[in-house]
């Protein structure tokens, strides 16, 4: 029988086996360790661009493609590794908590600098949400072009419109929006870390025999041949987005080190967790990339999944698209969740006697454990689950979009804000060695990132024009 009742007190979550973890600044509960961090950081990075990196690789060629991947894979450790002693400040050990990375621009650079980042922030997590719905439709669609094929023939008209998909994906998203915060995720980012193992795997296994069926490796060494100059600078430019947007979690990254309990201290347990969770993202990374581009060549499709619509058996295909769309259901809120606490934070300090805002309403439901409603957070995260499935679906571009939100990610995010932040906080001496690596380092990734956005930019016109 349902129970209705109202709790004003805080939520707290606690994971079943878990070390309770009180924190020495807050009521919150950290549970998390060294293998929790390495799911949340593989379910933040290997998600809809992992699909995208066969094309990338084929635009770039057999040079280019794989030390491009290396070259972002490390970009991302030193990120990362830059950005993990932002968690606590002044002292990256003993310091106050700096929640998320807003919070951590704000405290250490100031509050300037944490508007600017705070808007890029949410508004990359915005196009992450709408790019992973993106995904989903293209995963459904390909699962049902390949049961067209498999019935029709290769030759049939197998096109299906992905709208009503989009829709049942936002729906399903609604309901998971639900769940209450970062800490209460460790279970959707394991399983959505073991799905990105698997269709990351699928997606090698078929390329590699595929080449083995065709009896040679496709491609070159310059990459798919283009139109123009232009065109093929464009089309480069695009590649770049693609690969980077496949890589950082910086967005995240205080976040996911905010769920680790301690000692040791949050920054090393971070630190050897990135770099694990480097090392196997990139050899899957490079797995997908190459085998992809060595089985379809100057065919390599934007969406490498797509390209075995006709392979037998063909429920391997749709297995692994299965995969995709439940890791990118946690990955959806692995990128929502910051924005919906940041803005119900917000909200709750500009008007902490709004009953609308504070009230809990205790639902039991029989097998299942107490479930506690809050009318604004069912509100507000339907109606962002409704604009971003409604963007979607007026943008379906998918390498696109992918370009424009990865160069938008790399450089002011990913790399200017935790360089920066890292030589204010470990009081790096300017025009010092270390000082200067860092800014030839960000300068280099600055230029990367306009030329991936500025090629993106082009190529998402153009798909709109066709």
């Known amino acids: 029988?349902?129970?209705?009742?109202?709790?004003?007190?805080?939520?707290?979550?606690?994971?079943?086996?878990?070390?309770?973890?009180?924190?020495?600044?807050?009521?919150?509960?950290?549970?998390?360790?060294?293998?929790?961090?390495?799911?949340?950081?593989i379910t933040a990075v290997i998600g809809s661009g992992v699909?995208?990196?066969a094309w990338g690789t084929a635009q770039l060629g057999w040079i280019g493609g794989p030390i491009v991947l290396i070259v972002f894979g490390f970009v991302t450790y030193v990120s990362s590794y830059l950005l993990s002693d932002c968690y606590r400040s002044p002292d990256p050990v003993t310091g106050t908590r700096n929640r998320s990375f807003t919070d951590a621009v704000r405290v250490i650079l100031g509050e300037k600098y944490a508007w600017t980042s705070g808007l890029l922030q949410y508004f990359s997590f915005f196009g992450t949400a709408i790019a992973?719905?993106?995904?989903?439709?293209?995963?459904?669609?390909?699962?049902?072009?390949?049961?067209?094929?498999?019935?029709?023939?290769?030759?049939?008209?197998?096109?299906?419109?992905?709208?009503?998909?989009?829709?049942?994906?936002?729906?399903?998203?609604?309901?998971?929006?639900?769940?209450?915060?970062?800490?209460?995720?460790?279970?959707?980012?394991?399983?959505?870390?073991?799905?990105?193992?698997?269709?990351?795997?699928?997606?090698?296994?078929?390329g590699f025999a595929k080449v083995i069926e065709n009896g040679k490796i496709a491609g070159s060494i310059t990459g798919i041949p283009a139109a123009s100059v232009a065109n093929r600078l464009w089309l480069t430019f695009q590649a770049l987005g693609d690969i980077a947007f496949a890589y950082p979690y910086a967005l995240v990254l205080l976040e996911i080190q905010d769920t680790i309990k301690s000692p040791p201290a949050e920054n090393k347990v971070a630190r050897k967790a990135s770099a694990m969770a480097m090392i196997v993202t990139t050899s899957f990374y490079l797995g997908c990339g190459c085998f992809g581009y060595a089985a379809f060549g100057n065919d390599t499709p934007g969406n490498l999944l797509t390209g075995f619509g006709s392979y037998e058996p063909n429920w391997i295909v749709k297995f692994a698209n299965v995969c995709i769309i439940i890791h990118l259901v946690g990955g959806y809120q692995l990128f929502s969740q910051p924005?919906?606490?940041?803005?119900?934070?917000?909200?709750?300090?500009?008007?902490?006697?709004?009953?609308?805002?504070?009230?809990?309403?205790?639902?039991?439901?029989?097998?299942?454990?107490?479930?506690?409603?809050?009318?604004?957070?069912?509100?507000?995260?339907?109606?962002?689950?409704?604009?971003?499935?409604?963007?979607?679906?007026?943008?379906?571009?998918?390498?696109?979009?992918?370009?424009?939100?990865?160069?938008?990610?790399?450089?002011?995010?990913?790399?200017?804000?935790?360089?920066?932040?890292?030589?204010?906080?470990?009081?790096?001496?300017?025009?010092?060695?270390?000082?200067?690596?860092?800014?030839?380092?960000s300068c280099i990734l600055m230029v990367v990132s306009f030329v991936a956005l500025v090629g993106s930019v082009a190529g998402l016109i153009q798909a709109k024009m066709n």
């Not at 129970?3 to 950290?30: C, L, W, Y």
């Open 1 to 41: 029988m349902m129970r209705f009742g109202v709790e004003m007190a805080e939520e707290h979550q606690h994971v079943p086996g878990g070390s309770m973890n009180n924190d020495d600044d807050d009521k919150t509960i950290r549970t998390g360790t060294f293998w929790t961090t390495i799911a949340h950081i």
């Open 51 to 53: 699909l995208s990196l």
């Open 132 to 206: 992973y719905v993106v995904t989903t439709s293209s995963c459904v669609k390909a699962i049902l072009r390949t049961n067209c094929i498999h019935k029709k023939g290769s030759d049939a008209d197998c096109h299906n419109s992905g709208q009503i998909y989009m829709l049942l994906f936002g729906v399903v998203q609604i309901v998971m929006s639900q769940i209450p915060d970062f800490n209460s995720m460790v279970l959707v980012s394991v399983v959505a870390a073991i799905m990105s193992f698997c269709y990351s795997s699928i997606g090698i296994g078929l």
């Open 339 to 441: 924005v919906f606490a940041f803005v119900e934070r917000w909200l709750t300090s500009k008007f902490p006697a709004s009953q609308f805002l504070k009230k809990f309403y205790k639902i039991k439901l029989p097998l299942v454990p107490v479930f506690h409603l809050n009318l604004f957070r069912l509100c507000f995260r339907s109606s962002y689950v409704a604009v971003t499935t409604a963007i979607a679906s007026e943008f379906p571009y998918f390498n696109e979009i992918l370009g424009v939100l990865g160069a938008l990610n790399l450089w002011p995010l990913a790399i200017y804000f935790p360089v920066e932040m890292y030589i204010v906080q470990r009081n790096v001496q300017v025009w010092g060695k270390k000082w200067v690596f860092l800014q030839i380092f």
